[in-house]
DNA sequence: TTGACTTATATGTCTAGACATATAATCGTG
DNA sequence: CACGATTATATGTCTAGACATATAAGTCAA
């Protein structure tokens, strides 16, 4: 055995220092800026080979948590910009999630070229054609959510012949769109009199209201804006490291 | 040269590697569920060791694009339950990076015993000492946001003798507690008069609000309440990864 | 003091092996 | 056919080296 404990070693040695350091950096014994130590004393400490605590290092450093320079040393890094996991899962999802029932239904849907306000809300400059798509969505056949969504045609040709009115748009293209970047914005508004009819609320009501424009390899994909009503409804975002 | 490569290799071997199957699966070409090449099959195409298509695959496997299974292969994960990265620096560097300057006003600061509503907000069941802050940030001289804060002394027993009526507390914590995890939850509701006065906007304005608890190694560190006014304050986040 | 040059060093990448281990696939048996 | 045992195989981890490269630190001259 060539390894330096004589307890059983559960993880594999490469994973067991990575969590030791991890373990510092986070208590803050190390905190950022502190060097940690270089790759020969950890080889000397563990007893085992440069690969090894290579690995680990090389790991510590995709997660962000070390900075590595050559010459001078590997180091804790500082907190970064403070950032949060805001977890906005497809709308089925999310209220099946809550242990309600699901309930979709679909309100308007146009095929139509796209209209100067369409680009314009897509971020596309050239014409092409475009479906819009209206939808409200409700827990327990409470009203949770209405939903106002343009999807590109020319990116993802296959929503023309989609049918979204037993699926929701937002389901449908998490399924077919493999792979997307999205953009949010969040605001609040007080709901106007179709906002506040379809969510079955009072005019003047505070709703939450998020803008996703989504895309794939900087191609237009799809905007959508969710209105919910702001009394009920809660976004969760958890946030780790800084 | 054993590189399979004619031409002028920038990036390193494995890192070519790892570009070329990530760009395989960002492009669909490889999507969800499809089996990568082999390791054997990479070693040849690439005339390469093992260890290093080895690596390659490990980051891409550490970055949740793939999923490896023994004796089965690797394989293109499909995308993540949805969600995002959303942004929120400390007040000042967001507001100063939007190139307004940056106002702050202490309003209110307590010391006291921790009462039961406190013990609730933090989330902490022992009693102790808190401190209560409230204060106000602007942006150009217009109130931005209005803060309440409460700071948990057991943790953090420096923050008692903290000055904050020049460095708002946010920032302090920020710089004093290097590494935290974090809860928000983001709501809507609509000004009350106290909200009103202090935000100068009417009654019955929406705003968003940002409910923060910050802890660090599952001890409570901070609760804080943010208010903005909704209809000029907008919480950008952006998403990466399906 | 300052700038240019040199050197030492820690990390970055890579190799050609090795054994471990989880598990899909196959084979036998009741 | 169902189920348990066996086997083949892809990944997981590790070694003891090697050379490359960026750069902090030291050296020396203007």
């Known amino acids: ?27 803050g014994e190390w905190p950022p800026g502190h060097r940690i130590p270089f790759e020969h004393e950890l080889v000397a400490r563990y007893g085992c080979s440069r690969m090894t605590v290579n690995k680990a290092l090389s790991e510590l450093a995709q997660a962000d948590l070390i900075e590595r320079r050559r010459r ?7 907190p970064q910009h403070q950032s949060a996991v805001l977890k906005i899962a497809d709308m089925r999802a999310e209220i099946t999630a809550l242990g309600r029932a699901y309930g979709y239904e ?30 409200r969505h ?54 106007d009199d179709r906002a506040a009819e379809a969510l079955d609320i009072a005019v003047g009501a505070p709703c939450l209201v998020i803008d996703r424009y989504t895309w794939r390899s900087a191609r237009t994909i ?21």
């Open 138 to 191: 409700s827990a327990d056949n409470v009203p949770f959510a209405i939903e106002d969504r343009l999807i590109d045609l020319s990116s993802v040709p296959d929503a023309a012949a989609a049918d979204f009115s037993r699926e929701p748009p937002g389901s449908w293209l998490l399924h077919h769109v493999p792979w997307t970047e999205a953009e949010h914005t969040i605001s609040a508004i007080v709901a």
């Open 1 to 27: 055995m060539s390894l330096a404990t004589d307890a059983a070693d559960q993880p594999t040695l490469y994973k067991r220092i990575r969590a030791d350091i991890e373990k510092r950096i986070l208590t």
């Open 222 to 242: 799809t905007a959508v804006r969710l209105l919910y009503p702001g009394d009920s409804h809660r976004l969760v975002a958890r946030f780790k490291g800084g």
């Open 72 to 78: 001078a040393g590997s180091f804790v890094r500082r």
């Open 106 to 135: 679909l309100t308007g849907r146009k095929l139509r070229a796209a209209t100067a306000a369409d680009r314009d809300r897509l971020g596309v400059k050239k014409a092409g054609k475009v479906v819009a798509i209206t939808c």
